[in-house]
């Protein structure tokens, strides 16, 4: 009976052991198809988006909904661009967001390495006070900012879309728990060296933290491209119209072109996926830096 046990022992392990692989792999097969369900879900919107850009109007409300047009209408592009101004708004959003990322890269960085690497008297006060902005609603200060602009006679200008997006706690916030992150000993050898607080922050900091400002860059991008409420408050030439402002000034009170609409939404996506094609590593990165700890 002792040989029997010590000979059944091993093929029961054995099973157990494909029985566990087999369970692994259902698993991981029925993640994998949730997975890929998830994502069919979520580009099915963008689908019905650059379908309906191709669309005669009359496709646009018909039911059960035409999700192939018979014709290409690319004339809804042109009349996007030249009739309702896409093409104008398009060159001034991709004007207002590339200042606007450079311009928060630069307060950011700056901000994030005094308060992470410079010993002052009051910096950890000063940095929860510049922290505690972000618990005030946008809403509450588009009045006393349109305020300061309208007294500086900046309405109407680029300089009115600007401004605002140049600071940022958030960003000062990622890129300081970042800066903490690397070692004090090497701002210790720079100085060593015959180096100062530049060359530290230039040469050491800067370098040792692309993923932090590869992160910070993808979402000062993405907001700057999309926001909405402060051009609206801002602008009023058409001449200086954004993309979202130019898409939602599309929508009439009694008919909405759609198909064009959908034209200038195609067109004003596509900086967007050709960023995230160009950048899909820094664009995970941020969503793990967003959550990082100091």
Not at 247 to 264: D, E, H, K, P
Request: glycine share 6%.
């Amino acid at each position: 009976m002792q040989e029997r046990s010590v000979i059944v022992s091993p093929l029961r392990s054995t099973s157990a052991r494909n029985a566990m692989r087999r369970g692994a792999i259902i698993r991981a097969s029925i993640f994998h198809v949730a997975l890929v369900v998830g994502a069919i879900a979520m580009l099915i919107p963008f689908f019905w988006m650059a379908s309906t850009s191709f669309k005669a109007l009359a496709e646009t409300d018909v039911y059960p909904p035409v999700w192939v047009p018979q014709t290409l209408h690319w004339e809804n592009y042109v009349e996007a661009v030249l009739t309702y101004g896409i093409g104008r708004a398009f060159v001034n959003s991709l004007v207002v967001t590339i200042f606007v990322l450079i311009g928060q890269l630069i307060t950011c960085s700056f901000g994030a390495y005094a308060f992470a690497r410079l010993r002052f008297p009051g910096r950890d006060a000063l940095f929860l006070g510049y922290l505690a902005t972000m618990m005030i609603p946008h809403e509450v200060t588009i009045i006393p900012m349109y305020g300061i602009f309208w007294s500086l006679r900046l309405i109407n200008t680029y300089a009115a879309l600007i401004i605002p997006g140049l600071f940022s706690p958030f960003g000062t916030f990622l890129l300081r728990q970042f800066f903490k992150q690397v070692p004090l000993v090497l701002d210790e050898a720079i100085r060593i060296d015959g180096g100062n607080e530049w060359t530290s922050y230039w040469h050491i900091v800067l370098p040792l933290s692309k993923s932090a400002l590869g992160a910070l860059a993808i979402f000062t991008f993405l907001g700057s491209w999309n926001d909405l409420f402060w051009p609206l408050v801002v602008v009023d030439k058409k001449e200086l119209f954004t993309i979202p402002l130019a898409l939602a000034m599309m929508v009439g009170q009694f008919v909405t072109v759609i198909n064009v609409q959908m034209a200038g939404a195609t067109l004003s996506s596509l900086p967007i996926i050709v960023a995230f094609l160009l950048a899909q590593r820094q664009f995970i990165s941020s969503i793990v830096l967003s959550g990082v700890k100091g």
